[in-house]
């Protein structure tokens, strides 16, 4: 995780995070009006954004989702659930240039249909964890349940970002590769991990998102074995669901 935090060394990575905060604002903020649970979350067709940018500038990405998120927030009220939106737009910016890093080497625009099951598994694995964690957040500030609010969310994510993604990058992509403004062009090619490191890392990542998304819902609706029923439905959420995000975000690391 070295590299979220060596960037902000990087004038332009620090630039362009403030580009991709400013523009996932700009996009979220007009769609307010069109609620899916009043309060809480609308549509975003701007959810898309995160995972191109992902791939476009990797770490100035994933700090320009999450901070970008905490803007379009700042016009529907600030509270204590923002802060899981802020950790849950960080790693759904994160999964998707760590995972395709680490599984491809060709250009993240998907042609063939191994190249569209890769995407759509990178994608849903970081809508995923933005899903199942804000989700446990709002259940446990006592907002929505988990059940309602991380499926809204993992199904608004992933559709926009599988339908939009790919279009823009098939636009941008091979652009900003041609100014030479992707992230490993500004801060160097990151090292090949070992293949113990990287089938440790993609299987953490995938597996902790599964359980964290699957498990969690599980726990919500009450179909979980006694052997994992905590005294509170809010603790066995939490059983479930943190060391799910615990595992994913290890592997991420990994990667």
Same mark, same amino acid.
Request: hydrophobic share 60%; glycine share 8%; with cysteine.
């Given at each position: 995780?070295?590299?979220?935090?060596?960037?902000?060394?990087?004038?332009?990575?620090?630039?362009?995070?403030?580009?991709?905060?400013?523009? $996932?604002?700009?996009v979220l903020i007009p769609f307010l009006v069109v609620p899916i649970i009043p309060g809480v979350t609308?549509?975003?067709?701007?959810?898309?954004?995160?995972?191109?940018?992902?791939?476009?500038?990797?770490?100035?990405?994933?700090?320009?989702?999450?901070?970008?998120?905490?803007?379009?927030?700042?016009?529907?009220?600030?509270?204590?659930?923002?802060?899981?939106g802020f950790i849950g737009n960080f790693l759904y910016a994160l999964a998707p240039y760590r995972l395709w890093r680490a599984c491809a080497s060709s250009d993240p625009v998907p042609r063939t249909p191994t190249?569209?099951?890769?995407?759509?598994?990178?994608?849903?694995?970081?809508?995923?964890?933005? &899903? &199942?964690?804000?989700?446990?957040?709002?259940?446990?500030?006592?907002?929505?349940?988990?059940?309602?609010?991380?499926?809204?969310?993992?199904?608004?994510?992933?559709?926009?970002?599988?339908?939009? &993604?790919?279009?823009?990058?098939?636009?941008? $992509?091979?652009?900003?590769?041609?100014?030479r403004l992707l992230h490993g062009d500004i801060m160097g090619p990151h090292p090949a991990p070992s293949t113990v490191r990287l089938v440790l890392g993609v299987g953490l990542a995938i597996a902790g998102a599964l359980v964290a998304f699957v498990g969690g819902n599980c726990a919500a609706v009450g179909v979980l074995p006694p052997s994992f029923v905590a005294a509170t439905p809010d603790l066995t959420l939490a059983v479930i669901v943190l060391p799910g995000l615990a595992l994913a975000a290890a592997g991420l690391a990994l990667l």
């Open positions: 995780m070295h590299e979220l935090i060596l960037m902000w060394r990087n004038t332009r990575m620090v630039v362009l995070t403030a580009m991709c905060a400013s523009f $996932y604002a700009a609308h549509f975003r067709p701007a959810n898309a954004l995160p995972v191109v940018c992902s791939f476009l500038f990797g770490p100035a990405a994933v700090w320009g989702a999450a901070i970008g998120n905490l803007i379009g927030d700042f016009f529907t009220g600030l509270g204590p659930g923002d802060l899981f190249a569209w099951l890769l995407f759509v598994v990178v994608v849903v694995t970081g809508a995923g964890l933005c &899903a &199942a964690t804000v989700g446990f957040g709002l259940q446990v500030l006592g907002f929505v349940p988990f059940a309602v609010l991380a499926n809204v969310v993992i199904v608004n994510n992933s559709v926009t970002a599988l339908v939009l &993604a790919p279009l823009l990058l098939a636009v941008l $992509y091979p652009r900003v590769r041609r100014v």
